[in-house]
């Protein structure tokens, strides 16, 4: 079963850090991009950050300049580290991951989602 754990949300004060980790486990073939989403209560889904296969990364602007993506290929992971935390940054993090994969019927092309971890900017 392919699936997505994320770690290393929690409580954090303005202006600290956190680093965020997303691995990807099963029968993957390839991953093609990997992104983070966050979503506040009452506030739709948001893409934070994506980073494609070859390494190349987009921002979201509230994060740009704060928060860096990046991927381990060989480890099938990704991170997002987050510095200068504002309270404005509370919110469930999702990690994505759009990957081909073995399926009993053969390979198939789809976006995953892991669980979510909550991140707490507070004082």
């Known amino acids: 079963q392919v699936q997505l754990v994320e770690s290393g949300g929690g409580l954090v004060q303005p202006g600290g850090s956190l680093r965020l980790a997303c691995t990807a486990s099963g029968r993957i073939f390839s991953i093609n991009a990997m992104a983070w989403y966050r979503q506040a209560p009452g506030s739709q889904r948001e893409l934070v950050a994506d980073?494609?296969?070859?390494?190349?990364?987009n921002y979201a602007d509230s994060v740009k300049g704060r928060f860096t993506i990046s991927r381990d290929n060989a480890k099938n992971t990704v991170s997002l580290q987050m510095n200068s935390l504002k309270p404005e940054d509370t919110a469930v993090y999702y990690c994505?991951?759009?990957?081909?994969?073995?399926?009993?019927?053969?390979?198939?092309?789809?976006?995953?989602w892991g669980q979510g971890t909550q991140v707490t900017v507070s004082s």
């Open positions: 994505y991951a759009d990957m081909t994969t073995a399926q009993p019927m053969g390979v198939e092309r789809e976006g995953y």
């Open positions: 980073i494609r296969s070859g390494g190349s990364a």
